[in-house]
């Protein structure tokens, strides 16, 4: 299996950086046998890959990683690198290679300490002796300082190191950055291609593939969990009653408070699932067991997890917020479809009925409004505003 085998209707995408890995792995040949580097090359020092949620851009960046570090012999008789059996290939796509960082985060930005600790990494030189190589999957969520942190290491790149950055657009990372990168635009994959993969890597049954990959428009990621997660079914469900429930204001303010509850119920699981363990792993590492007294010294690093912990809370309750919100969207999307009988198939399927009752009795220019107001209550939430009165806001907005 190709390392390229992941990325799901990218077939230009995957052209170009088979090319480029091509050219890699020239360089680096040419460079060990003491050669001419050749001028041309469709190879550089940073990419910035961008497209929608699910588009797979990370997934883009890391394959290419695995094939800059492909050391299969075939390569000396005119294969192509990025196998995916070699030892390179393998490490590399798992995690677990010396030369590949990926850096992503589960806090609401990325700082100027983090970025700083990344630019010095990609000053060593490789390990393996082929490419140091950091990918950033969250370019997006830099701060203003860090993306000048990073300016600086994307301007003076070390001989042999690699960045990677990925990002939804190209609005999100700063001109000077982008300016130094080579851009790669992902799109969203096709229905079908999602609903075959979905049946061929994960065993899920077609029809229940189909219908996950329909309904969440070709997001591999959602798509997957979708058909795997009940309790992803459930909440989804949930969502799409909600234009049902906005009749009146009670209505509204009841189905506001349900949704915020419901993305802070699955922000305080993943705080079960990750924050003890972290907390116990700190505390052995700082010499304090189960029970006893931390050593003096100590309240400092574990008030900086707590800061942390706090953080990831509240990005996974914004996130789980924002999710809820795409559904929301693609609700009203297919009742605008139905009312402007356009061809395109809808994709939520399954309640069929909510959205020809609703298209039925508002007009297309009322469905606008009301998308326009989903969309508002996401910029709202990136803005930091509180979610209970952003999500109350959209329904007394969405209210027939």
């Known amino acids: 299996m190709a390392v390229w085998d992941d990325l799901v209707g990218q077939a ?15 360089l680096v040949t040419t460079h060990a046998a003491g050669e001419p580097v050749p001028d041309a090359s469709r190879m550089t020092h940073a990419w910035l890959f961008t497209g929608p949620p699910g588009s797979g851009r990370a997934t883009a960046a890391r394959a290419f990683a695995a094939a800059l570090q492909c050391v299969s012999p075939d390569r000396a008789l005119g294969g ?24 992503r985060t589960d806090l609401l930005s990325i700082g100027v300490k983090e970025t ?18 950091i990918v950033l999957e969250d370019a997006d969520r830099l701060t203003e300082g860090a993306g ?15 960045w990677l950055l990925c990002a939804p657009s190209l609005e999100d990372v700063l001109p000077t950055i982008r300016s130094r990168c080579r851009h790669l635009t992902l799109r969203t994959p096709p229905v079908d291609a999602v609903a075959d993969v979905l049946v061929r890597r994960d065993g899920i049954e077609p029809q229940v593939a189909a219908a996950a990959a329909r309904a969440t428009q070709g997001h591999i990621d959602r798509a997957r969990r979708l058909a795997t997660d009940e309790r992803a079914r459930a909440r989804r469900a949930v969502v799409l009653k909600l234009p049902l429930r906005v009749d009146d204001i009670g209505g509204c303010l009841k ?3 349900e949704l915020v509850d419901a993305a802070g119920e699955d922000a305080k699981q993943v ?13 052995a590492a700082l010499g304090g067991g189960q029970g006893s007294r931390m050593p ?15 953080r990831r809370k509240t990005r996974t309750q914004r996130d789980s917020l924002d999710l809820a919100l795409t559904d929301l969207t693609g609700f009203y999307r297919d009742v605008l479809a139905l009312q402007l009988r356009a061809r395109t198939p809808i994709a939520n399927e399954d309640v069929r009925d909510a959205v020809e009752r ?14 326009e107001a989903v969309l508002a209550c996401r910029e709202a939430l990136d803005r930091n505003v509180a979610p209970l009165l952003a999500v109350e806001a959209m329904t007394m907005a969405l209210r027939g």
């Not at 705080?271 to 505390?283: C, G, Y």
């Not at 003096?296 to 706090?310: F, S």
């Open 12 to 26: 230009r995408v995957e052209e170009q950086l088979a090319a480029a890995a091509r050219d890699a792995d020239a």
């Open 80 to 103: 192509a690198p990025g196998c995916g059996f070699c030892d390179g290939c393998h490490t590399a796509l798992v995690g677990t290679h010396a030369d590949v960082e990926v850096v």
């Open 116 to 133: 700083r600790d990344l630019v010095r990494r990609a000053q060593l030189s490789p390990a393996g002796g082929r490419w140091q190589v």
């Open 358 to 371: 609703i298209a039925r009795d508002t007009a297309p220019e009322r469905t606008l409004r009301r998308i």
């Open 255 to 257: 189905a506001a408070q």
């Open 148 to 162: 000048n942190v990073l300016l600086k290491a994307v301007e003076e790149p070390a001989p042999r190191t690699v």
């Open 296 to 310: 003096r010294g100590t309240a400092g690093a574990m008030k900086d997890l707590e800061e942390r912990q706090k």
């Open 271 to 283: 705080a079960e699932e990750i924050d003890v363990k972290e907390t116990e792993e700190l505390k």
